[in-house]
């Protein structure tokens, strides 16, 4: 069983809909995050949350909002899609004292 | 703010080793992580260097010279299943800054 999932994995959507990407994890971390991957760049953070009440920006929240749910819900919506945020989005976690962000396997978002 | 720097593209063979380096500018810096994300795929943890040295597991070595602002991974005895782009990533206490990686070709 994957310890933590995405939905949708792909979703294709037109400019000025909102959309939303949801990430639940298993592993009882209080640590998630979000990325976005353009290809041949690396992930840059969109917004992190260290509890259910923490919410922080990351490099380039603009255009993004999240939710924290519950500690194993961490939910991503782009309330006006644009075609420059097609790109690969990935939910992370971690522990709190950890190195290691264990990651999703992704949402492929297209935005036409 | 934080920039990572990575060659974008590596070729070895099989059996070989290789080195992909990592120059890093940051402020905060608290440690050096590396990253494997095969195509397709999720990035997966390789290691992390918190104080300057070699840190080894199994075929991957990850260096650390935090004067020189510079890491990198090393991998051994190269395997087909090596090929993969691997990205180093700093770690900043709150959050991770990545690199934009270097994809690394394993020819027979």
């Known amino acids: 069983d994957a310890d933590v999932t995405q939905t949708p994995r792909n979703r294709i959507t037109k400019t000025g809909k909102r959309i939303m990407l949801e990430c639940s994890q298993t592993?009882?971390?209080?640590?998630m995050y979000w990325y976005r991957q353009d290809p041949g760049l690396g992930l840059r953070l969109i917004y992190y949350?260290?509890?259910?009440?923490?919410?922080n920006k990351g490099e380039i929240s603009d255009g993004y909002s999240v939710s924290r749910q519950a500690q194993a819900k961490f939910s991503l919506s782009l309330e006006s899609a644009i075609p420059n945020q097609t790109a690969l989005y990935f939910c992370?976690?971690?522990?709190?004292?950890?190195?290691?962000?264990?990651f999703g396997p992704g949402t492929r978002l297209t935005v036409l | 703010g934080q920039s990572l720097e990575q060659p974008s593209e590596v070729t070895a063979v099989e059996g070989a080793i290789v080195q992909m380096n990592c120059t890093y500018q940051?402020?905060?810096?608290?440690?050096l992580s590396w990253y494997q994300q095969h195509d397709g795929g999720a990035p997966t943890f390789l290691s992390y260097?918190?104080?300057?040295g070699l840190e080894e597991t199994g075929r991957f070595s990850s260096f650390l010279s935090r004067s020189d602002s510079y890491g990198y991974l090393l991998l051994q005895e190269l395997q087909m299943k090596d090929s993969a782009s691997y990205f180093c990533?700093?770690?900043?206490?709150?959050?991770?800054?990545f690199g934009g990686g270097t994809r690394l070709m394993v020819k027979p």
């Open positions: 260097n918190a104080l300057d």
């Open positions: 992370a976690t971690s522990e709190t004292y950890g190195n290691e962000q264990f």
């Open positions: 949350s260290f509890d259910v009440k923490d919410i």
């Open positions: 990533a700093a770690n900043a206490g709150n959050m991770l800054t």
């Open positions: 940051t402020s905060g810096f608290y440690g």
């Open positions: 592993k009882g971390h209080d640590r």
